[in-house]
């Protein structure tokens, strides 16, 4: 292993630990603040921080905001809606779920729907080392979110349907991104997609006649975790793939629900049971396996 490739990881390892521990800010915060004011303050300071990123890239000469946001089209508009609208039920899930890790684990079926839509619309294949993964990291997944067998309504983790269904519409925008990404940085699509969830829960509010006003503690949480999610995971995650491949940076990243759960043990004393632990190793196992396969492609 080259000393880049070091570097390459130790900034993967940073952006999943950020991450995760934006879950526990974001868990923390919903017990000052309701859905709505959570949303409209937790974007709105995101979209600072995306702003503030892509002013610091303006000295980069590969970069221009004025030709990425001209090389905007429908289907780079509709990744950044997906995304949001993802983003949003994610949160939500983490709202009405108790451990913000379990719901990192379950969104590890990502890259399972993205290898599927893979197949059907862009006529790529796989084979039975994938097809083992996908059935690991779905297996894996439905442990994780096992809660009883009273009956099928109630066997399911109440809000891990939120969660699934995020990972669907994330995967659809990676479907319709990759090659479209290639068009415009990542940056302006983060910036887009903040600006959306932003202006989307201003309407919310307005709707809903929502109070703004907060306490201290709520800011610093809603900017704590806002600055880790947004701005330190975006920026550690881009460095990782100066040095290394993009799948590595994936399953590095993939790791996060370990982290999480440490983070919620520590600090929302709530203890993992073996089953989600089980099922999140195994899930990640199966997302190896899927993302292996995928980079000899």
Do not use: C
Request: charged letters at 15%.
């Amino acid at each position: 292993m080259t000393k880049r490739e070091i570097r390459g990881y130790i900034y993967a390892a940073i952006a999943a630990i950020a991450l995760a521990n934006s879950f526990i800010f974001s868990k923390l915060a919903f017990s000052e603040v309701d859905f709505y004011q959570f949303g409209f303050f937790w974007f709105l300071i995101g979209t600072v921080w995306n702003f503030l990123y892509v002013l610091t890239m303006r000295h980069n000469k590969k970069f221009s905001f004025r030709a990425s946001v001209k090389k905007m089209n429908k289907e780079l508009l509709a990744v950044s809606l997906l995304e949001a609208v993802a983003t949003g039920l994610f949160y939500y899930a983490i709202l009405v779920m108790e451990n913000p890790g379990v719901v990192s684990f379950i969104g590890n079926v990502g890259p399972v729907f993205v290898v599927i839509f893979g197949v059907i619309f862009l006529k790529e294949s796989f084979n039975k080392v994938q097809l083992l993964g996908i059935i690991l990291a779905i297996g894996g997944v439905f442990a994780i979110s096992l809660k009883g067998f009273g009956s099928f309504s109630e066997l399911l983790m109440s809000g891990s349907q939120y969660v699934i269904l995020a990972a669907f519409l994330f995967s659809i925008a990676t479907i319709i991104a990759r090659k479209k990404r290639k068009t415009i940085d990542p940056a302006v699509l983060s910036l887009v997609r903040a600006l959306i969830l932003f202006m989307s829960f201003l309407i919310l509010i307005i709707i809903m006649d929502t109070s703004l006003s907060i306490s201290g503690r709520s800011w610093i949480l809603l900017s704590a975790g806002s600055f880790l999610e947004v701005f330190i995971t975006i920026i550690f995650a881009y460095k990782s793939l100066q040095y290394i491949k993009a799948f590595k940076t994936s399953l590095i990243i993939s790791t996060k629900g370990f982290f999480a759960l440490f983070s919620a043990y520590l600090f929302l004393n709530l203890t993992p049971l073996y089953l989600e632990v089980i099922g999140g190793i195994v899930s990640i196992f199966g997302v190896i396996l899927v993302s292996l396969e995928s980079r000899k492609k």
